[in-house]
């Protein structure tokens, strides 16, 4: 069975500094990964997500991520935070087997502070 | 385009109270459906998942049962609500094969007094 571990709970950065968020997973297969975004009582918004290919995917409002195999980590960019960045973010991860259930992170909360 | 629509928003009910959240989708067809629970500084929990009509499946034992009676609809109850059902519930889509990401409903803030 897959996990994904996001390794810090709280990330408090100054307005337009660079952020990452760290994401680790672990699977016996072949995965897709997702980024979600979600703000103060609203559902989750997928910012990005890697399937194939590039190990650099690009999403919204900025972000990226990296994929490493070796290291099982989908660690998740930012170059120049706003202060309407603050939010909790997800990583996630789905296995690549046809199978349809996505398992989700603890989260982590990213402050932005002007 | 597709939609998601979950309601009520908020929900203040008291603790032996029946329970019914409901969700629907638009704009799609036979899509897999499940309810997540989100409780306080907590990530997401997974309670059921449904890939079509009256097929659902439990991810954790509880106090909550779903149902799917058409298609792109979607309902979570309960029979008597307990304090530790408190959270926020969301409601989310996905098509088949698990690449396609999730589509999240606004979600629903429960508080059992």
């Known amino acids: 069975a897959q996990s994904v571990t996001q390794l810090d709970s709280q990330v408090p950065v100054f307005e337009e500094a660079p952020v990452e968020l760290r994401c680790n997973y672990s699977s016996s297969v072949s995965v897709y990964l997702f980024w979600y975004v979600q703000y103060p009582n609203q559902g989750l918004q997928l910012l990005l997500k890697y399937l194939s290919g590039s190990t650099l995917v690009k999403g919204i409002n900025g972000f990226e991520a990296e994929f490493n195999k070796s290291q099982t980590s989908f660690h998740l960019r930012k170059p120049s935070v706003h202060i309407s960045d603050t939010a909790e973010y997800f990583c996630?991860?789905?296995?690549?087997?046809?199978?349809?259930?996505?398992?989700f992170g603890a989260g982590t909360r990213l402050f932005v502070k002007a | 385009s597709q939609t998601i629509h979950q309601w009520p928003a908020t929900l203040v009910q008291p603790v032996g109270s029946p329970l019914s959240l409901e969700c629907t989708v638009e704009?799609?067809?036979?899509?897999?459906l499940y309810w997540y629970r989100q409780a306080a500084g907590r990530g997401l929990q997974l309670l059921f998942y449904s890939v079509g009509i009256g097929q659902i499946s439990s991810e954790v034992p509880q106090n909550l049962s779903a149902s799917r009676p058409q298609d792109r609809q979607f309902i979570l109850s309960s029979k008597k609500l307990l304090l530790s059902d408190s959270g926020f519930y969301l409601c989310?889509?996905?098509?088949?094969?698990?690449?396609?990401?999730?589509?999240f409903g606004s979600g629903t803030r429960l508080t059992v007094v």
């Open positions: 704009g799609t067809s036979n899509p897999n």
């Open positions: 996630a991860v789905s296995e690549n087997t046809g199978g349809f259930k996505t398992i």
């Open positions: 989310a889509w996905s098509g088949t094969g698990g690449d396609y990401g999730y589509t």
